[in-house]
């Protein structure tokens, strides 16, 4: 009996173990050389679909902030986000507002020898007030 108990909870540990994410290998993998990936992970419809939906922070209109944040992400095999990061940011709201973008948004996963792979890919949000000055 205690056998059957001991072999229970080792299955359970290794279960839990497995679906632990290391976000930090994800986005940031161990430098193993030069690698060419045959498509890297895309926003579904493309960049302008992710920029056309931003709302400028009041905070960063009022103080004249532009730039760009860049959002480093990792996309697994079915496209799905598994880690977001703010990687460089601007401040004034425009951190939420980049990670809101790209949290809310649909991927194609990245094609590695011809298949799907978890792969991580940096993504650039502009904040530009000569574009906000045009609507």
């Known amino acids: 009996m205690k ?5 229970a909870l080792i299955s359970i ?22 690698v060419a990936y045959e498509a890297m992970p895309e926003p579904v419809g493309g960049m302008d679909s992710i920029q056309s939906r931003l709302v400028y922070p009041q905070e960063a209109l ?6 760009k944040v860049y959002i480093r992400l990792a996309i697994d095999s079915s496209g799905n986000q598994l880690c977001t990061r703010v990687i ?3 401040g004034y709201g425009c951190d ?10 649909e991927f194609v996963p990245g094609i ?6 978890t792969m991580p890919v940096t993504i650039p949000i502009i904040f530009s007030l ?6």
Do not use: M, W
């Open 96 to 105: 939420e507002e980049a990670l809101r973008l790209v949290q809310t948004s």
């Open 13 to 34: 540990n290794v279960f839990a173990q497995s679906e632990t994410i290391n976000c930090d290998s994800l986005l940031f993998p161990e430098y193993i050389g030069y």
């Open 112 to 117: 590695h020898i011809g298949k799907p792979r």
């Open 62 to 67: 009022e103080n004249n902030i532009e730039g």
């Open 88 to 90: 460089k940011g601007l």
């Open 130 to 135: 000569k574009d906000k000055k045009k609507e």
């Open 3 to 7: 056998t059957l108990i001991y072999i």
